[in-house]
């Protein structure tokens, strides 16, 4: 009966309107942030530190003692240093017996130590409750204020009873707690800050390959090959026009990559006749980063948006233009409006228009505070009804521009295709598959599989 009342106790928030004193070992430039952000919130905030004089920088209504007395103060202390000055917490034992210590300590590089820092402070202190937390949130973001970036605090810790306290403190600090469990997790957490955008790494190396690629395949055809055979310099290219064909066949195709492992996941799902079975790791690490993909397929698509718009201000357009009106001049002669042509070029714009609005609203709709504004339903309703309705459009936008040259003999230079010919292939390959899963006969057994019916049970893993 105790036990279960203290536990509900410990899990209880803190609705005095009295805080209890902190005290924070440390006066370095986190340790002083974060100090001035408590008393804000209405902690009395001591410091211990070796020198007990009164320094400018230490906010003006905390107090600063010994490392000592400071520790005799209160019952959370904050652990606001390196983890190679740790061994002068150990004459301390007695004095921090019992009390919550607070380890916000970052390392230099991922898995500097064979234990997390928080894990090294428990063992030296075994008589103490130590809790990893505030090592995700920047000296800078607690003195300007800006927490939107950073608002996340991961707490691990042994005892529930400790965390909790560090807890209240994170949320009265106007930031948001996240239990990580127990002190295990400390290694995790501690990597976090060192991690260089993870979700970020196949996307980026994906696209600079592709781009690579894109970009010596349209060097080669448009201006070496027309150098050679045609003996015309069009050097000038490589500024607008070929990153003007790049971007775009790069926007179609990450899109489509995006939507890709979905498509091989209901395949699978639809082979083994269940989806309690683990994807392949590939399969996994790719529906993961699917999110980032979208994201520089965006950045694609926007560049394409902003080369287009600067072409008639090119030198090369003026010409072109300039040259058309000599010649018709000249001839005596005005040549009639194509209607045909008329009609293609304002579908492909249209199409481009309506994909690029798609396009944008899938990138707004993964913004955190717009999703999470959402609910699953309609977050789904965006990301995969409109998201393909956005593939569609885009690829319907560049049939309409370049398929003509799919039986033009003078497209294939040196017999390689067209540029715009090998960006369709992906997405097209995306949609026939897809529009073959929407059938009734495919659609209604994978529904049921993600229901949770299984074709052979007891070969489920």
């Keep these: 009966m105790n036990k279960n009342s203290s536990n509900i106790m410990a899990l209880a928030p803190n609705t005095s309107n009295k805080r209890e004193t902190v005290c924070i070992f440390g006066t370095g430039d986190f340790g002083r942030a974060l100090g001035h952000k408590m008393i804000q919130s209405g902690y009395p905030v001591v410091y211990g530190s070796r020198s007990t004089q009164i320094s400018n920088l230490i906010p003006k209504d905390a107090e600063v003692l010994s490392h000592a007395e400071a520790a005799q103060k209160a019952a959370i202390i904050i652990i606001a240093i390196q983890r190679q000055h740790y061994n002068f917490l150990v004459p301390l034992a007695e004095i921090l017996h019992g009390k919550v210590l607070v380890d916000i300590s970052n390392n230099l590089k991922l898995n500097q130590y064979p234990e997390s820092n928080a894990e090294y402070l428990a063992q030296l202190l075994p008589g103490s409750r130590v809790v990893k937390a505030f090592n995700t949130v920047s000296a800078w973001a607690l003195q300007s204020g800006t927490l939107d970036a950073s608002r996340q605090v991961f707490v691990c810790g042994d005892d529930v009873e400790a965390k909790q306290m560090v807890m209240n403190i994170v949320r009265a600090l106007g930031l948001t707690p996240l239990d990580k469990g127990s002190l295990l997790a400390a290694q995790e957490i501690e990597n976090y800050p060192l991690q260089l955008f993870p979700m970020w790494k196949f996307p980026i190396f994906l696209s600079l390959g592709l781009t690579t690629f894109f970009f010596f395949y349209c060097l080669a055809l448009d201006v070496i090959y027309t150098y050679i055979y045609e003996k015309n310099n069009f050097s000038f290219f490589i500024a607008i026009t070929i990153p003007n064909r790049v971007c775009p066949v790069m926007a179609l195709i990450l899109l489509a990559l995006v939507y890709l492992p979905g498509v091989f996941a209901a395949i699978i ?143 294939y230079k040196w017999y390689l295709p067209n540029i715009y010919m090998l960006s369709l292939v992906i997405p097209c390959a995306v949609l026939v598959v897809k529009f073959v899963l929407i059938f009734p006969c495919v659609d209604k057994p994978l529904t049921q599989i993600r229901q949770g019916w299984e074709r052979n049970p007891k070969h489920s893993e």
Aim: hydrophobic fraction near 50%; include cysteine; charge should be positive.
């Design 269 to 411: 799902q639809l082979y083994r006749g269940t989806k309690y079975r683990r994807f392949p790791d590939w399969l996994d690490k790719w529906m993961l980063c699917r999110k980032q993909l979208g994201l520089i397929a965006l950045a694609f698509a926007s560049l394409h948006v902003v080369f287009t718009l600067v072409t008639p201000l090119r030198a090369f357009v003026s010409w072109r233009i300039s040259k058309g009106i000599i010649s018709q001049a000249l001839n005596n002669k005005t040549e009639p409006l194509n209607n045909t042509n008329a009609w293609i070029s304002d579908c492909y714009l249209a199409l481009g228009i309506l994909g690029f609005f798609l396009f944008v609203l899938l990138g707004i709709t993964s913004l955190p505070s717009v999703s999470n504004n959402v609910n699953w339903r309609e977050f789904r309703f965006v990301q995969s009804k409109l998201g393909y309705l956005a593939l569609i459009f885009c690829t319907a936008h560049t049939l309409v521009y370049g398929g003509k040259w799919f039986l033009n003999p003078s497209a």
